[in-house]
Each structure stands twice: as structure tokens, then as C-alpha cells.
């Protein structure tokens, strides 16, 4: 298992994680071996949005006694009315739901306390201007969850809550089709036939812009829908008329910037078994480019998707990260200092390529890389 830092929050999360629909309707015992397998594969991350009291306790007892050896994202903002889920922006519904949380899991703190599913920007300012934003960090303060988080499928809001600096986990749905999305309050707009219907090229600029800020940021991603609800691995639903596998569609989504974690929603042993797949899929297993190339109505022409396959360089240089660290500078006036860092760590500095032009021929998407490199010693004075 690879493990990664979850942003400014320090934890060191498994990339490959748990969501928590695909234990719901399990008996207890099926859920404490579910656990078992996961936790024996290295998996120590676990993403539960749901208020349903016995998923809440089953996941408490399959983690009982080893509480401290796993990470545990929990939700504010969401109650158990009528026998089912809700959301909710009511302080004291979510307080008391929140206590009731930390019952059921038997624990006394969360590691993320993730604000649940702020889509639209008038609810984002329901949130930030009012009692919900200070609810959460009053729990931090006290210590009962230690990240503050917030989830959301609309880049454009994401990016106005990373902006407020309070936010230091943000769970975003990430995936090759809905990154070709622009941004909308209508989430249903991200797996709608009609989205798909017209020409679309290269990664929507406002879903750039917000991976971009959380990796100048230090704010941690964590991702949800890796699989599009599952029609990204059906031939017939994709929209790209092709299936990815489990394994690309979670390479995909970990090659992004600042994401750490993939939330797998698994309803049997053989999906987790599916996506732990990643962990040991050789290069040529995790290549997504080969869904992504060739297709008539959809492109990402001239647009790093930091895939690696230009490798290797003559002079030894990491293109994609090259790419990746100039991207994140280029918007800046000054260049972050934690990009500077990183990029100075590199083994070796775009001013290294000696313009030999083997790269780009490899490039599955046209980057002109030799120019590329020239910009980022630009950049960076090396």
C-alpha cells in the first residue's frame, strides 16, 4: 500500500481508501470481516457520510481496539429523520447528531470532520456566515475532530471554501469524464447523457484551478465517484463508449495534484479486492491514455495529464512533475514557496533538457514537451 499526506492535516493516509455505502445492509459480522481484509491490505482511511445509525455502530465495532491505528472522516450536517438520511444546516440537528456520531463509532474524536455537501455558492455562504462554520470550529478547538473538511461536486464553490483558509481537507469528485465538466450547482449535470452530447475538450480550467490552489494550499483531497457511480467501467454507460478499469480509473484520479486518498465505495470483498488491485497494477495495467486517446468527440490535445509516458528523458528529468510544479507557479505572481521546494528536490531542472525531441513522439496527447521545458527554466531560473 502507498501512503500519502493528507494535505496541511499531517495524516498519512492509504491512497487506496473505504467509503461507506457499500457496507450499508450488511450484518454486522460482514462488516467487521469486510474491515479485517482492508485493514490486512494496508487500507487505514475510511470516509462515512452516512447518518444510518447501524452502519455508524457496525464500522465502531470492526474498528474497536485499534481506534488509533485508523483514520476516521466523519460528516457534520447530516441526520437520521423517518428511517432515513438527511442534510442538514441546523446547528443543533448537527451537534446532536455529531455526539451521537462519536457514540456509535466509539470513539471520542474524528480525524476529519468533513461539512457535508455544499454544492450551490448560496449554501456555501449559509455555511461560512453562519452557526455551521463556527460548529466546526468549536469542535476543533476542542479537539473532538482535528481537520476540518468539506465535500462538494462544484469546482467553482469548492474553490471559494479552500479560499476562506479554514477549510483543510477538501472530498471533491474527481474522474477523467466529469473533469471534462464545467462547473454547475446541479450535480445531476455531471452523469446527465446531454453533458456528454457535444464536443468536449481537455480538463475544465475552473477544475484545474481549484487541484492547483489545494496543492499551493496544503489542502488535502480525498476523492469520491472515482468510478462515476460505476458507469465509467461499463462499455455501454461510459461516455467515452469505452470501460476503464477499477485500477485506471484510481490511477486517474492519484495522479491529480494535492488528491491523497481514493474513496472506494465497495459492496463486496471482490471490489475491494478490485481496487487494491492498484496498488500492485504494473504501469502498464494503471495506464488510462488509451481510453482517452483517439475518440471523436472528446480531447485533451496539447494538455499534460501527467501520465508518465513520455519517459524516459534523455537527461533523467520527471516531465510530469516538471509540468505539474509549472502549472501550479504559473498562475502565481511569485512562485509559492512549497512549489519552489519542491520543484528545487527534483533530481534533476527543466534547464537540463538538451531538446532532443524523444519525448514527444511518446506523448499520447501532443504536448509540446521541448517548449515546455524551456517556459518551466523560465520560471524557475533553472
Given at each position: 500500500m502507498e501512503y500519502r499526506t493528507l494535505g496541511r492535516t499531517g495524516l498519512r493516509v492509504s491512497a487506496v481508501a473505504l467509503g461507506c455505502e457499500g457496507f450499508m445492509h450488511k450484518r454486522a459480522e460482514e462488516v467487521k470481516a469486510d474491515f479485517d481484509f482492508a485493514?490486512?491490505?494496508?487500507?487505514?482511511?475510511?470516509?462515512?457520510?452516512?447518518?444510518?445509525?447501524?452502519?455508524?455502530?457496525?464500522?465502531?465495532?470492526?474498528?474497536?481496539?485499534?481506534?488509533?491505528?485508523?483514520?476516521?472522516?466523519?460528516?457534520?450536517?447530516?441526520?437520521?429523520?423517518?428511517?432515513?438520511?438527511?442534510?442538514?444546516?441546523?446547528?443543533?440537528?448537527?451537534?446532536?447528531?455529531?455526539?451521537?456520531?462519536?457514540?456509535?463509532?466509539?470513539?471520542?474524536?474524528?480525524?476529519?470532520?468533513?461539512?457535508?455537501?455544499?454544492?450551490?455558492?448560496?449554501?456555501?455562504?449559509?455555511?461560512?456566515?453562519?452557526?455551521?462554520?463556527?460548529?466546526?470550529?468549536?469542535?476543533?478547538?476542542?479537539?473532538?475532530?482535528?481537520?476540518?473538511?468539506?465535500?462538494?461536486?462544484?469546482p467553482a464553490v469548492a474553490r471559494m471554501a479552500v479560499e476562506t483558509g479554514l477549510v483543510d481537507v477538501l472530498m471533491f469528485s474527481i474522474n477523467p469524464a466529469y473533469d471534462l465538466q464545467p462547473a454547475s450547482e446541479d450535480v445531476d449535470a455531471l452523469w446527465a447523457d446531454e453533458s456528454y452530447a457535444r464536443t468536449l475538450h481537455n480538463?475544465?480550467?475552473?477544475?484545474?484551478?481549484?487541484?492547483?490552489?489545494?496543492?499551493?494550499?496544503?489542502?488535502?483531497?480525498?476523492?469520491?465517484?472515482?468510478?462515476?457511480?460505476?458507469?465509467?467501467?461499463?462499455?455501454?454507460?461510459?461516455?467515452?463508449?469505452?470501460?476503464?478499469?477499477?485500477?485506471?480509473?484510481?490511477?486517474?484520479?492519484?495522479?491529480r495534484p494535492a488528491v491523497a486518498a481514493v474513496m472506494v465505495g465497495c459492496k463486496s470483498r471482490a471490489e475491494i479486492e478490485a481496487a487494491l488491485a492498484w496498488c500492485d497494477a504494473p504501469a502498464a495495467e494503471r495506464d488510462y491514455t488509451a481510453v482517452m486517446t483517439g475518440l471523436e468527440r472528446f480531447s485533451w490535445r496539447g494538455h499534460c495529464m501527467y501520465c508518465g509516458h513520455c519517459a524516459p528523458c534523455s537527461a533523467g528529468i520527471d516531465i510530469a512533475a516538471v509540468n505539474k510544479f509549472r502549472n501550479l507557479a504559473q498562475v502565481?505572481?511569485?512562485?509559492?514557496?512549497?512549489?519552489?521546494?519542491?520543484?528545487?528536490?527534483?533530481?534533476?531542472?527543466?534547464?537540463?533538457?538538451?531538446?532532443?525531441?524523444?519525448c514527444e513522439p511518446r506523448c499520447p496527447f501532443g504536448v509540446e514537451i521541448v517548449e515546455a521545458m524551456r517556459r518551466a527554466a523560465e520560471r524557475f531560473g533553472y
Open positions: 485493514i490486512g491490505h494496508g487500507i487505514n482511511f475510511v470516509d462515512i457520510y452516512s447518518s444510518n445509525p447501524d452502519l455508524r455502530a457496525d464500522i465502531g465495532a470492526a474498528l474497536e481496539g485499534r481506534r488509533g491505528e485508523f483514520i476516521i472522516q466523519g460528516h457534520l450536517c447530516t441526520v437520521w429523520e423517518n428511517d432515513q438520511y438527511l442534510r442538514t444546516r441546523d446547528p443543533q440537528k448537527s451537534a446532536d447528531s455529531f455526539e451521537r456520531q462519536l457514540r456509535q463509532l466509539r470513539t471520542d474524536y474524528l480525524d476529519v470532520g468533513m461539512i457535508h455537501y455544499v454544492d450551490a455558492e448560496a449554501d456555501l455562504r449559509t455555511v461560512f456566515d453562519g452557526p455551521i462554520i463556527r460548529l466546526a470550529q468549536r469542535l476543533k478547538a476542542e479537539g473532538r475532530i482535528r481537520s476540518i473538511g468539506l465535500s462538494s461536486h462544484n480538463v475544465d480550467p475552473e477544475r484545474e484551478r481549484l487541484y492547483e490552489l489545494c496543492e499551493r494550499t496544503c489542502v488535502g483531497i480525498d476523492v469520491m465517484k472515482v468510478y462515476g457511480g460505476g458507469d465509467l467501467l461499463s462499455e455501454a454507460n461510459s461516455p467515452f463508449g469505452r470501460a476503464l478499469t477499477p485500477v485506471q480509473c484510481i490511477e486517474y484520479a492519484l495522479t502565481q505572481g511569485e512562485i509559492p514557496e512549497t512549489v519552489r521546494e519542491h520543484y528545487r528536490t527534483l533530481a534533476h531542472h527543466a534547464s537540463e533538457c538538451i531538446g532532443c525531441g524523444l
